[in-house]
């Protein structure tokens, strides 16, 4: 069977499987079907290392008894119907194991959102030269800046998704999607010593990857790491460029806004609707309809229609994250963000994986934080002392909102001057806290996995030095 | 049935093949707050195929069809693919030769998962839970997982190994949230070996949970510690995050060949001579038990660093070749679906001849520290990585408790300044994201040396 073949073989045999479920005594039912075509080519020290191509194809099951006891099975051993059959019967024979889930839900019957922008055929024709031929170009625009950078790694990715949701109350939905993805990274070593490393990179879904402009940026930021110094203990103003804020703070409003968080009780805004969370022209919404958007998509990953919700508007908080469960628990409308492609740093879904293996959870769509008027020379131009950071390390505790990040490229700016790279040192603080000391927003947003973010400039930020 | 992979139309056109077949169950099984959160059973399997064409170019092609056409249609993808970087590469990859071998392993396993039902599978996590919620009411939430992954696993080449091997390893993980007010306090414990049920005979579920629930509770009370450079004591549960991040990444030779922070040093002193570092895929029990790697190379306890001296770094055939080194059979794939990396197996720390009191007596103002959040480090050693909770130590004695922070600097630098190491080596578990995932064991001691605090506490 060919891959056509395949998927229909096996969407229909989930439909099947589903009837036979509910024969079972299974109250609510689901199968969520996922296959990928991927082309991928990596690169390591200046040199084009490996092709490869990855199919897969896989499908899971929530099956729910009446009492609400929910159970998932996968495989992506799917070559007869009798072992899709099974699969499906093994999320029923543990959901009869669990516990009820109090609120459990499946979305109901609805139209899918049309979403432009998440299909391109040229993607689908692209041949393993045309990433072949990416990758070098990514290699030689990064190494032709300065002729003390490396290139030390880095990945082009084409893919073909397809993906659909049944389930027993009526939700039978499809889509193709497809993914380009470039990036780059590498360092430089002057007068003997080197630099961290600094990436740039696009994630797109059409096939117009642009690697000459990945690659200079790239090799710009490596060199403007040559002249580092450490810095002394101070607190100041903080620029955090986007890739800076896709981690850590995107992070934390994440795990104030995910529905399943609100509903254990586990949110530092779980009571604080309409009230003041942020500063005053910071705006925030998960915008799963974004044209092209890399996480867009026309529905979730339960089959619920995708959607624009506002989360944050100047400063106040408006909105939670919901999928069907947590929207039924809590009495509130599903904005749609059932994921099977949650980020996080929980062990057991780093080892079981994404996509078909992962039952869904609450998780943005693109997170986006809206753009602010003023340039990044401007957001530097009025720091009297602080940093501008590019990238750090390190992750925010749940909860609590705490941060402590290792600085990774990040420059020391004194009365409105960027005046040398900074060698070591961390910030730390209260991304709760850093929220609310905002006071410019850049004209710079940049697209990550979950999230479109600009340049924020936050006061009163506790530097450690490497002094 | 992989094997026939190597007798298709295409193979011909290859210098080397290597074909891996794979099926993998998964239980999981977590109780969030009482109940049964995820109750999740997953099998998975298929095949890949990776080529070495014109000695220049690997190709890897893998799908999760593993019928006989599906093995002959990855190497001819394989193939095609290797070739279409080949036409412009000038450079030859080098291969260390590998022994050739056929063999068939099983890891020990005293008391199979399979052979437990699910009821029983289910108690696990429920003990653990218990164990955390009768700890005290403060208690906000208590999470306990069990994951078992069972693999059946099958490698062929063209040069003529044969190796077939099946393990399965046991996790038991426990996060817990403590609440007073408006203060949350986050703990986690782990257990993790390569066997079966065996693993709870020393340490109960229900003793891990309370384990973990006690610590929080204590931190509710605890102040933020603070920022600076402190000279301190590492438990073995950090210590295994620092070396498996900060020292043990620069030594695999991919990232040391990128320029890495341990250059090339090799035969010259890099860190304290009170520090001795090897890679050992053998040590039964450990996470990383793996016998033969994904090339057909058999595990090595392999020296890195010696009382302080650069030996070797971790290999895999290519980067052998490149570095005229021995294969150290390090080159290991999540699953089939994945090419091989540079990996760590059991990373280790010989022990020293200090006593945790010993290293504590000695420090004037520090902090002795303990338990990890995860972490990341760069080729250059240069790390940050959180720990959930620390004691101060004055004038040589243990002091009030403080929460956790993140740890940074640069791990070379930090090595250096080594001055004790405890007697005990522990072995944990541990995991790795180096562009795909992997489960891996630590064997480490307690250290004691100088590292930056990044807390936001006073003294």
């Known amino acids: ?467 | 049935m992989i094997e026939r992979g190597l007798e298709s139309k295409n193979a011909s056109k290859a210098d080397l093949i290597q074909i891996r077949g794979q099926r993998r169950t998964i239980t999981l099984c977590t109780i969030l707050n009482g109940t049964v959160e995820t109750f999740s059973h997953i099998t998975l399997g298929g095949i890949s195929a990776r080529t070495l064409v014109e000695g220049k170019s690997w190709g890897f092609s893998s799908t999760n069809n593993s019928k006989k056409d599906d093995v002959e249609c990855a190497v001819t993808n394989a193939v095609k693919l290797a070739k279409a970087s080949a036409r412009s590469e000038a450079k030859k990859i080098a291969l260390e030769p590998a022994k050739l071998e056929s063999v068939k392993l099983s890891a020990p396993c005293r008391k199979p998962v399979e052979k437990a039902s699910l009821e029983d599978i289910k108690l696990v996590p429920i003990e653990a839970y218990r164990g955390a919620s009768e700890a005290s009411s403060k208690i906000a939430s208590a999470k306990a997982s069990f994951l078992s992954i069972h693999d059946q696993k099958w490698f062929v080449s063209s040069e003529g190994s044969r190796i077939s091997q099946e393990s399965t390893r046991v996790q038991l993980f426990v996060d817990i949230v403590a609440k007073d007010g408006e203060t949350y306090c986050p703990s986690s414990e782990s257990l993790g070996h390569t066997g079966g049920l065996e693993l709870f005979d020393e340490t109960s579920p229900t003793v891990l949970g309370k384990r973990a629930a006690d610590k929080a509770i204590k931190l509710l009370t605890a102040k933020a510690p603070p920022s600076g450079n402190y000279r301190v004591v590492l438990h073995p549960t950090i210590c295994a995050t620092l070396l498996h991040e900060a020292i043990g990444h620069p030594l695999e030779a991919d990232l040391a060949m990128e320029g890495g922070g341990f250059g090339n040093y090799v035969d010259k002193p890099v860190m304290s001579n009170l520090i001795t570092i090897y890679d050992d895929g053998s040590v039964k029990g450990g996470l990383g038990f793996l016998p033969y790697d994904d090339e057909g190379v058999k595990s090595n306890h392999t020296i890195l660093v010696e009382k302080g001296m650069l030996r070797s770094f971790m290999h895999d055939r290519t980067s052998a070749a490149n570095m005229k080194a021995p294969p150290t059979g390090n080159a290991h794939a999540w699953d089939y679906s994945v090419e091989p990396l540079i990996r760590q197996t059991n990373i280790g720390i010989e022990p020293g001849n200090s006593t945790i009191e010993e290293m504590v007596e000695d420090i004037e103002e520090g902090l002795f520290i303990e338990g990890t959040f995860g972490g990341q480090a760069d080729a250059n050693a240069d790390f940050t990585f959180g720990f959930q909770n620390a004691y101060w130590v004055r004038k040589g004695r243990m002091a009030e408790m403080t929460r956790g922070a993140n740890l940074s600097g640069n791990a070379i630098s930090v090595f250096k300044t080594i001055d004790a190491v405890s007697k005990d080596a522990v072995l944990r578990p541990g995991a790795c994201g180096k562009g795909q995932f992997a489960i891996q064991g630590r064997i480490v001691p307690a250290i004691r040396c100088e590292i930056t605090v990044g807390g936001t506490g006073g003294t």
């Open chain 1, 1 to 467: 069977m060919n891959f056509e073949s395949n998927w229909a073989f096996l969407a229909d045999s989930a439909r099947r499987t589903l009837r036979r479920l509910g024969k079972m005594g299974a109250g609510q039912a689901e199968a969520y079907i996922l296959a990928t075509r991927t082309i991928e080519t990596s690169i390591r020290n200046s040199t084009v290392l490996t092709e490869s191509a990855i199919e897969d194809m896989g499908l899971s099951f929530r099956a729910a008894t009446r009492d609400s006891r929910v159970g998932f099975a996968c495989t992506n051993i799917v070559d007869n119907e009798q072992r899709i059959a099974d699969t499906g019967e093994k999320a029923l024979s543990v959901a009869r194991l669990s516990a009820p889930v109090p609120g459990f839900a499946l979305p109901d019957k609805q139209k899918a959102t049309h979403v432009e922008g998440l299909f391109d055929k040229a993607v689908v024709m692209a041949g393993v030269e045309d990433a072949v031929d990416i990758a070098r170009r990514l290699i030689e625009s990064t190494e032709v800046v300065d002729n003390r950078v490396c290139a030390r790694g880095g990945q082009v990715l084409l893919a073909y998704i397809r993906k659909g949701v049944v389930n027993s109350l009526g939700v039978d939905v499809e889509t193709e999607e497809t993914q380009a993805i470039g990036f780059v990274y590498g360092n430089g070593v002057n007068e003997g010593k080197p630099t961290p490393s600094c990436a740039d990179g696009e994630l797109l879904r059409s096939f117009s990857l642009e690697p000459e402009k990945i690659g200079q940026a790239t090799g710009r930021m490596i060199i403007g790491l040559f002249d580092s110094k450490p810095i002394e203990n101070f607190v100041g103003s903080v620029v955090f460029e986007p890739e800076a804020i896709s981690y850590q703070l995107c992070d934390a409003i994440l795990g104030a806004v995910k529905g399943e968080v609100v509903a254990a009780g586990g949110s530092p805004w779980a009571d604080k609707t309409d009230q003041t969370v942020a500063s005053a022209d910071f705006t925030v919404y998960d915008d799963a309809i974004l044209k092209g958007g890399f996480a867009s998509r026309a529905f979730d990953d339960e089959g619920h229609p995708s959607q624009r919700t506002t989360l944050i508007s100047k400063g106040q908080l408006k909105s939670f994250l919901h999928d069907a469960t947590t929207a039924n628990t809590l009495k509130t409308e599903n904005t749609g963000n059932a994921s099977r492609f949650a980020g996080g740093m929980e062990m057991t879904k780093m080892i079981i994986g994404n996509g078909y293996k992962a039952k869904p959870e609450v998780y943005p769509s693109n997170l986006v934080i809206q753009l602010g008027n003023k340039s990044k020379e401007k957001l530097i131009s009025e720091v009297d002392r602080g940093l501008l950071v590019g990238s750090m390390a390190g992750f925010v505790q749940a909860g609590s909102g705490l941060i402590s990040a290792q600085l990774g490229r990040a420059h020391y700016i004194q009365h409105g001057e960027i005046k040398h790279s900074v060698k070591g040192g961390m910030v730390s603080g209260v991304a709760f806290d850093w929220l609310r000391q905002i006071s410019a927003i850049g004209n710079d947003a940049k697209q990550y996995f979950n999230s479109v973010v600009p340049s924020l400039r936050v006061e009163k930020v506790k530097v450690v030095g490497s002094n």
